[in-house]
Nanobody
Framework: VQLQASGGGLVQAGESLRLSCAAP????????MGWYRQGLGKERELVAA???????DSTGPMKGRFSISRDNAKNTIYLQMNNLKPEDTAVYYC?????????WGQGTQVTVSS
């Protein structure tokens, strides 16, 4: 299963980025889609997730600044990241999860300079 993540880059603190992740339709229709991130020397952590029923979940210090959405017509999820901070610097991974099945995208680097 191939998850195509894109949209990372280098930005300054306070700026915004939008990440995209496209999935095969057979996955997108059923699986919970989410974004995780892993900073250098840190564990991978959940950023936000959205179910096939469009229920969203976001956690931690990103809540209120980041929002996840899905476009069912494009089989794509988005992560809108506003007011980025240097501590948001990480590799962001797209994930598809259903029961004990989990698939990962290749990761996209987000770097926030101060």
């Amino acid at each position: 299963v191939q998850l195509q993540a894109s949209g990372g880059g280098l930005v300054q603190a306070g700026e915004s980025l939008r990440l995209s992740c496209a999935a095969p339709s057979v996955i997108f229709r059923v699986y919970t889609m989410g974004w995780y991130r892993q900073g250098l020397g840190k564990e991978r952590e959940l950023v936000a997730a959205v179910t096939s029923a469009d229920t969203t979940d976001s956690t931690g210090p990103m809540k209120g600044r980041f929002s996840i959405s899905r476009d069912n017509a494009k089989n794509t999820i988005y992560l809108q990241m506003n007011n980025l901070k240097p501590e948001d610097t990480a590799v962001y991974y797209c994930n598809a999860r259903w029961g004990d099945k989990s698939f990962w995208g290749q990761g996209t680097q987000v770097t926030v300079s101060s």
